[in-house]
C-alpha cells in the first residue's frame, strides 16, 4: 500500500460559507475560477466534460450536500482517474476553503510546486470573484 504525501491549500473569504459553496458548487461557473477548465465544462447525457491543457477529461462532482464538500474525480484522456478533496468550512462570518493537493508517484518537487501555486492562484481568482459579488 503506498500513501501519497499531501499539502493542504486554503483561501480565506470574507463572504459566508453557503454562498461561496453556492457559487463554487455550480459545474458551469468552474471556468471562471478553475484554470484547468478554462475552454469550459459542457454537460452532456453521461457527465460533465471539459477541454483541458491535457486533452479532453471528465470531471465528476460531488452531489450537493449541506456539509459543503466539493469533492470532485477528474478522469484524464489515458483512463487515469483522480480524486480531489476540497470543501468550505464556516470562519466567523465567512470562510476557508480548503483543498488537498496529493502528490502521486514520479512528480518532481518542481512539478509538486507548479501544482499547488496553481491550485492557490485559482482559489485566489474563487475569491476574488465571490467577495466582488458581495460588493
Avoid at 14 to 21: F, G, L, P, Q, S
Wanted: aromatic share 6%.
Amino acid at each position: 500500500m503506498t500513501t501519497h504525501s499531501a499539502r493542504v491549500i486554503s483561501e480565506t473569504i470574507d463572504v459566508d460559507a453557503d454562498a461561496v459553496y453556492d457559487f463554487a458548487c455550480a459545474p458551469e461557473r468552474l471556468p471562471l475560477w478553475a484554470s484547468g477548465l478554462a475552454t469550459g465544462i459542457t454537460q452532456e447525457a453521461d457527465g460533465w466534460f471539459a477541454e483541458s491543457p491535457m486533452g479532453r477529461i471528465r470531471v465528476d462532482l460531488a452531489p450537493r450536500n449541506a456539509f459543503r464538500v466539493l469533492d470532485h474525480d477528474v478522469t484524464l484522456p489515458d483512463g487515469q482517474r483522480f480524486h480531489n478533496a476540497m470543501r468550505v468550512t464556516p470562519s466567523g462570518t465567512g470562510c476557508v476553503v480548503a483543498f488537498v493537493l496529493l502528490r502521486m508517484p514520479d512528480v518532481t518537487d518542481e512539478a509538486f510546486e507548479n501544482d499547488a501555486a496553481h491550485v492557490a492562484r485559482d482559489l485566489g481568482t474563487l475569491k476574488a470573484l465571490v467577495e466582488k459579488q458581495k460588493t
